[in-house]
């Protein structure tokens, strides 16, 4: 990387967590300097404006958690398991997650309708892409005759990340995880009783 993409690193790795707790219509350009230690001119020297930042740190933290989501789905054979390891992710990732203030998709959805219209479209895909991610290892199952073959994989990828993201919501407000894990065994419950052939 040169010097100067080291620096828009910095300034997206920096200002991540931040965006997504105080969101980024509340993250002023003084948390931003603060945050990486840099002066107005270097971040603006580096973006072309706040609008370019918020683009590119939604990436970033949209890209580490389809990541590390992707890591633990693929280090596991066959899509039951793939679909169990998607669930303990976030049962054994939500500490982390939290710390950070919570999924940065959902806070991103919540924010783009009233104050980044201009990030909607972005957001909307990227949901897309998390059900295509979960459709495609649903429908690997039913090739591999794991799972029933009469189901639709979009309703069910839907209705995992609803209840995720609901649940990661109502544990962030209560400051436990009890929402989440609820949420979560409802998948399992649905993948064994709806799912599995």
Known sequence: MSKAEQTRQLIIEKTASLFNKKGYAGTSLSDMTEATGLTKGSIYGNFKNKEEVVAAVFKYSAGELSKKVEEAVSAENGAYNQLIAFVDFYRNNWSSIFEKGGCSMLNSAIEVDDTMPFMKATVQQSFVNWANKIVKIIDSGIENKEFKKNINPM?????????????ILLSKMANKPDNLYLALDRIVKIINEEIVE
């Open 155 to 167: 309703d069910y990828a839907n209705t995992f990340i609803m209840l995720i993201e609901g649940g």
